[in-house]
């Protein structure tokens, strides 16, 4: 195989590759698209790029837009240098010229690199631009984020940053420029066929006599009828093109009607890819402790397309993984897993779109989901994608800027609907699992950069961390009084106050369930009972009152809802004080008690001196 895929690409012969640089005219903005100029018409790059740029043409009326075509046209990469500002626009185009520029450029699928200028270029330019480009500021912004969800965009702090990144950045490029068919002659180049065309592995020709043809018929018209295909289609006017050049916009076939190896990898048949790409594989385990020393419960290789083996893992997960379900009858989360399903099918997505496919060391190695006693874990082969680092994605993954090594599966999969690629994917992830009471998943990148694991804690073990970590408060309540609980626990939080409220997903009676709450109730300064006449009828309820008695803890009872107390209350609590929380006594009941626990941990603190 290595043999094999050794030999797909041949070196293009030397050759000249034009560049277009893509900006505004403002001044600060301009020297950015000099510094470029600069870097193109060194002794390292001079002799094989030449750039293209909008000085060579007059910005007026539609003869501007052609030749403004043809010059992208004529080049193999699109630069785009976005600042804040959105630029003059073009009645005849309807946008402004950079935008233009990089639709012409888009639709033609030439390489794309965007590089995003720091903010202070805006605080640096004369107020009468600013003041000019005031109502369109809004629509720059619109455009950028545009760019940021569909490419890896580079953001640089200064001019020495910009120059360092796209130096780069070409050099990446021309090390790719290859062109390979069976039988072909290398160098035979088609005049519209730019050599930028290889750049990324999954953009590349297969190396078979493939066709559209020979690829699964029914999960290719899935993926061309997806309400996201059908807009990409409809925003070009596309959308009753041959299909032929549906597939061309879509990255599936490049501009000699050559299969890419993207679209091979998610639509091959299982017969025609099966011991062909051993990274088109998914190995599945099930350990029955917390190390790979423990028994395997369950294990399973399957090779086929990454389609189907994302479908394949997201099946493990729901029968043969061994992860419990949640929820209520009649709940909106009956059949979820401990693990949100959500946050399962992100990570296994992201894994299966951004391993390393084309690294020797790493073709062969399937992705992996093991599942052990306490945590599962999806390892993917390769390295992160230059640009996210391993902090990034666990400390502030809401700032990561989405960047992608295989373009063409994450288009695939982003319309398919089984990732997000705006950069959000792993921010879901944390916050899903955080609304259910687990740690955000953390991301482990090996020492030697050779694997991605995305670590989930299952709900037992992460139940019981929280519950031997102690907290303020412990709320004991009947399933009918969740919303007020809710209430209640925002409130006492935004006070201050650590609360202990059971909304971790563990099924009511099973030995796991017992064991948290024992734990949560022995290690809480206090049991809150909300008194109700649901709560009256409840074992659970009976049971929570119970264990705080026996571990001598105190018991705040809160009347909520009922005609009288006496009717809500347990009967051996019916003589106790309690603060009425019903209705419009709500607030005056929140300061109430928010006063007691106060005096109360104040008490504690002087026991302890």
């Known amino acids: 195989m290595e043999t094999l895929m050794s030999h797909i690409f041949q070196p293009l012969p030397k050759t000249q590759y034009g560049v ?34 909008m000085d060579e043409f007059t910005a007026s009326g539609a003869s501007s837009l052609e030749e403004c075509r043809r010059l992208v046209l004529e080049c193999a990469i699109y630069i785009g240098i976005l600042g804040p500002f959105y630029g003059s626009v073009n009645d005849a185009a309807g946008m402004s010229y950079s935008e233009y520029e990089y639709t012409v450029a888009r639709d033609a699928n030439r390489e794309i690199g965007i590089f995003i200028l720091p903010d202070s270029v805006l605080s640096q330019s004369p107020p009468e631009v600013i003041y000019r480009q005031g109502h369109l500021l809004a629509r720059q912004v619109e455009f950028r984020n545009k760019l940021n969800a569909a490419h890896m965009t580079r953001s640089v702090a200064d001019l020495e940053d910009f120059k360092a990144k796209l130096r780069a950045y070409i050099r990446a490029r021309l090390n790719s420029l290859t062109f390979s068919v069976p039988g072909s002659t290398a160098g035979a180049q088609h005049a519209d066929l730019p050599p930028h065309e290889t750049d990324t592995f999954d953009r590349r020709p297969i190396p078979y006599n493939y066709t559209l ?36 916009i879509l990255g599936l076939i490049d501009d000699q009607d050559r299969l890419t190896m993207g679209a091979f990898l998610c639509f091959a048949p299982y017969d025609r890819i099966v011991n062909k790409f051993g990274s088109c594989s998914l190995h599945m385990v099930v350990y029955s402790g917390t190390d790979v020393n423990s028994r395997q419960e369950y294990k399973r290789e399957v090779e086929d397309n990454l389609l189907n083996l994302h479908n394949r893992g997201m099946r493990f997960f ?45 073709r062969e190695q399937p992705t992996r989901i093991e599942v052990y006693e306490d945590r599962v874990e999806i390892i993917s082969f390769g390295a992160l994608v230059e640009g996210i680092s391993e902090q990034d994605l666990n400390e502030a993954p809401e700032s990561i800027i989405s960047r992608r090594r295989n373009p063409i599966i994450a288009k695939i999969f982003m319309y398919m609907q089984l990732v997000e690629m705006s950069g959000s994917g792993v921010a879901r992830m944390r916050d899903r699992t955080q609304q259910v009471g ?9 020492p030697d950069r050779s694997t991605v694991r995305v670590v989930f804690s299952r709900t037992l073990v992460a139940v019981q961390q929280l519950a031997a970590q102690g907290h303020d408060v412990y709320l004991s309540y009947a399933r009918g009084d969740r919303a007020f609980a809710d209430r209640l626990t925002t409130d006492l939080g935004a006070a201050g106050f650590k609360v202990w409220q059971d909304n971790y997903g563990l099924q009511p009676g099973r030995p796991d369930w017992e064991r948290a709450l024992r734990e949560a109730i022995r290690e809480t300064g206090a049991v809150l009972l909300l008194a109700s006449p649901d709560s009256l009828k409840s074992d659970y309820v009976t049971g929570e009152i119970a264990l705080a008695q026996l571990y001598n803890k105190p018991i705040y009872p809160l009347f909520i809802s009922g005609a009288s107390f006496t009717d809500s209350a347990p009967m051996g609590m019916i003589n106790l004080q309690y603060i009425d929380m019903r209705g419009h006594a709500y607030d005056d009941g929140l300061e109430t008690l928010k006063s007691t626990l106060d005096i109360r941990a104040a008490k504690n603190r002087g026991m302890t001196k």
Request: glycine share 4%.
């Open 20 to 53: 277009f640089l893509s900006s505004t005219n403002d001044p600060h903005v301009r020297s950015y698209r000099l510094a470029a100029r600069e870097v193109f018409e060194e002794e390292e790059f001079h002799t094989r790029w030449y750039a293209r740029e």
């Open 438 to 446: 687990l740690p955000p998943p953390k991301v482990i990148v090996a």
């Open 318 to 362: 729901r029968t043969d993984a061994g992860l419990k379900r949640l929820g209520e009858v009649g709940s909106e989360t009956r059949d979820d897993l401990e693990i949100p399903t959500l946050a399962l099918r992100e990570a296994l997505g992201n894994a299966l779109v951004h391993r390393d496919y084309a690294e020797p060391h790493f």
């Open 213 to 248: 043809n020979d690829l699964d018929a029914d999960l290719l018209q899935e993926f061309l009828q997806s309400p996201m295909a059908q807009a990409a289609l409809d925003e070009r006017n596309l959308l009753r093109a041959r299909p032929a050049q549906h597939s061309r």
